[in-house]
């Protein structure tokens, strides 16, 4: 199927981009124009020139030409699909949100879906999803969107508020990792090899970075009791899925000693990384950095993004000037596979973020959450995924209101509601006026940012 229009808005991405370019690469059943549009020009057009490379490879069966373009408005028009990743603000805003609360002992592994810190990236992000969505309603409203971009549930909440008809769902991959170490175990516990992820069929429900699995099968085999004796075998120590880098190598692995700790206490699976599912809990997690070593998993400091980020600046400058290739490769993410669904060329089942119509039955209707959903010609339906149990829902609720209010109060500039949000934070173990002494400090800091807002 040729002449697919793709615009990506944070077209400029370094990273994000080449992994959407390596997957296009190797997929021949699609070809056609993706549109880069990013605030940085510069690197635009850099992966105009890194993509249209990768194009022109004879190993590459995916042919897409590449265009960088000035507005959003030239991206958009005439789009098939819309993919969104960007980065709401800078790092040193993020620097912000991770670390100032650090200094009133509150300690977060990521920072940017819940706690303090996913409150204050929400202010940055929601205005800019809000101009997003009114020019994809303007120029491109027959469109599928994918999003990438955290916090996950407050992007795809805002789209929907501003275009109710928008056709949008939200990626996130964090769930495959799941999937993933259920395939190990069975390796592990039965010397079952060679399983593909996608062979563990699944019952997902939850909100982004917050998920939950309540049945898992390989092949008709119900998972659930062997993963008990899993969690049993490996709950001190921990489990590292094979081939990975040892947890502490890497500021984005965990031994799953989180994750194995809640199927204790709650009897499904935590479908999550360790470092998102430590941050929507109260501090038994994330207490002390020590405590948070002791589980087996690291904070991320945004010290390590910045030198991250420069490293990548330097990679695209050498896949620029053909110093070096995009290596292609398979990378994981489902989105290609989704835009083929929605094409008519292969049914997909997988899970995304679209509003609830019913399919966690014991969530507001309407709020973001995370299930399956089967992709086809031109439709995405969610699988009815059932109640959440009555533990998990009580820990799972909080967060969707929190996540409700959150973005009604953004969107109505209501900065006293932000902060009542901002105190509801299971993280936030603070008396009022502390409280309130952080959440001014976190304000002033992404200022520039607000600019609509009147600050005290």
């Given at each position: ?12 991405s ?43 490879r ?13 507005t ?6 005439g ?74 549930t ?12 928008i ?19 069975l ?7 060679e ?6 069929k ?47 190598n ?10 194995f ?14 470092r ?13 950095p ?14 390590w ?8 600046i ?33 049914p997909?089942?997988?899970n ?8 966690i039955?014991?969530?507001?209707l ?19 995924a ?18 409700e ?11 006293e ?6 105190m ?33």
């Open positions: 199927m040729a002449d697919i229009k793709i615009a990506y808005i944070g077209g400029g370094r990273g994000w981009a080449w992994r959407l370019m390596s997957d296009l690469a190797m997929e021949g059943a699609i070809s056609g124009e993706i549109k880069l549009y990013d605030i940085d020009q510069e690197a635009s057009k850099s992966n105009e020139i890194i993509g249209n490379k990768l194009s022109q004879p190993d590459v069966v995916g042919k897409w030409h590449y265009r960088a373009v000035e959003l408005q030239e991206a958009l028009e789009s098939d699909f819309i993919i969104i990743s960007i980065l709401p603000g800078t790092f040193e805003e993020m620097a912000s949100d991770v670390h100032t609360p650090e200094a009133y002992k509150i300690y977060q592994s990521v920072g940017d879906t819940c706690g303090p810190g996913g409150v204050i990236r929400a202010l940055r992000t929601i205005p800019m999803y809000v101009d997003i969505a009114e020019n994809i309603k303007a120029y491109a409203s027959d469109a599928w969107v994918i999003n990438y971009t955290n916090p996950m407050l992007c795809m909440k805002t789209l929907y508020s501003v275009f109710p008809k056709k949008a769902f939200g990626c996130c991959h964090e769930v495959f990792g799941t999937q993933r170490l259920l395939a190990s175990m390796e592990e516990m039965e010397g079952i090899k399983i593909s992820r996608e062979e563990i699944i019952n997902v429900k939850g909100i982004n970075h917050f998920t939950w699995i309540d049945s898992a099968y390989y092949k008709g085999t119900d998972l659930m009791p062997l993963y008990e004796q899993f969690v049993d075998r490996y709950y001190n120590e921990g489990y590292q899925v094979a081939g990975d880098d040892h947890w502490l890497s500021f984005f692995e965990s031994a799953n000693r989180v994750k700790d809640l199927f204790k206490r709650y009897g499904i699976i935590a479908a999550a990384g360790d998102h599912l430590a941050e929507f809990m109260p501090p038994w997690y994330l207490k002390t020590e405590i948070a070593q002791s589980w087996k998993f690291t904070l991320t400091p945004v010290s993004r910045k030198e991250n980020r420069q490293q990548l330097e990679e695209s400058q050498c896949l620029y000037s053909g110093e070096k290739e995009v290596v292609v490769t398979e990378t994981g993410e489902d989105g290609v596979k989704q835009i083929k669904a929605l094409l008519g060329i292969e997909l089942v997988t995304v973020n679209i509003p609830n119509t019913g399919q039955s014991n969530l507001p309407g709020a973001i959450v995370e299930t399956n959903a089967l992709f086809t010609t031109n439709s995405v339906q969610a699988i009815c059932g109640a959440l149990p009555y533990a998990v829902h009580s820990l799972v609720n909080r967060h969707v209101l929190n996540q209010n959150l973005v009604k109060a953004i969107l109505e500039k209501d900065k509601q932000v902060f009542h949000v901002f509801n934070e299971p993280l936030m173990t603070l008396d009022a006026n502390e409280g309130r002494e952080l959440f001014e400090k976190m304000i002033r800091n992404t200022s520039s940012y607000l600019e609509d807002w009147c600050l005290k």
